[in-house]
């Protein structure tokens, strides 16, 4: 069964300790796999899309990697202003030729001034 | 540029009343998705656009959720004798193509159903 599963479900770190987020994902004819960030109230934003083992992309603070199984999001030296949900995706081909995005449930990261 | 807007923000619906979510993609984006969003949950995917063709639905919890996209750009979700589980935050998002890339979201329109 297609699925993502994020960990941790909540993270709180003081400004500047740096961390990382995991994303561990099954899914078949993987396309490309999504970071987002959601703040309260609003809908999620883009942050990096990953297409293929090996590919990382850097904004500022973060930095996103892939491998065959599971995506890391890493955040350097946070600030409270990074603090929000971040979310995972995975786009899958379905044999019917259209695509499938499945979203984890997201880590809470709140980070401390 | 105009992002995706969704209207209304907010729906407070009576048991068993009808209800329709508009969504504003971003102009001349080919690609446009509905999704369900519970509290503290991922968004669920509900349904999948390209252009005006409606090419996957296999999310749509019911027969009582219809989307529609008539011209190939505005679209209304529609949710007919709503039922208090259908409360939750509904996300429309728009991307370019059919290749795989970035979904740009709107703010979503909170239901709430009593």
């Known amino acids: 069964e297609d699925q993502v599963t994020q960990s941790p479900e909540a993270l709180r770190l003081q400004e500047g300790e740096s961390s990382s987020l995991n994303c561990s994902y099954t899914?078949?004819?993987?396309?490309?796999l999504f970071w987002y960030r959601q703040d309260p109230g609003k809908g999620p934003e883009f942050l990096f899309t990953?297409?293929?083992a090996g590919e990382e992309k850097e904004k500022e603070r973060l930095k996103a990697t892939l491998t065959k199984k599971e995506s890391f999001l890493h955040i350097t030296a946070p600030k409270p202003e990074d603090s929000a949900t971040y979310l995972c995706?995975?786009?899958?081909?379905?044999?019917?030729?259209?695509?499938?995005?499945?979203f984890g449930t997201g880590t809470r990261l709140k980070v401390l001034a | 540029g105009a992002g995706v807007s969704q209207s209304p923000r907010y729906k407070v619906a009576k048991r068993g009343q009808d209800v329709a979510l508009r969504c504003d993609p971003i102009?001349?984006?080919?690609?446009l998705f509905w999704y369900q969003q519970a509290l503290g949950q991922g968004p669920e995917f509900l349904t999948y656009?390209?252009?005006?063709?409606?090419?996957?639905k296999s999310g749509l919890p019911s027969d009582r959720f219809f989307a529609e996209r008539p011209e190939g750009s505005v679209s209304t979700l529609k949710i007919q004798r709503t039922q208090q589980e259908d409360s939750a935050v509904y996300l429309c998002?728009?991307?370019?193509?059919?290749?795989?890339?970035?979904?740009?979201f709107g703010p979503g329109t909170r239901l709430t159903v009593l």
């Open positions: 995706a995975v786009q899958g081909l379905l044999t019917s030729g259209t695509y499938k995005y499945i």
């Open positions: 998002a728009s991307s370019p193509g059919d290749r795989p890339n970035e979904q740009f």
């Open positions: 899914v078949s004819g993987l396309r490309g």
């Open positions: 990953l297409y293929s």
């Open positions: 102009s001349g984006h080919v690609s």
């Open positions: 656009f390209q252009n005006e063709a409606q090419l996957d």
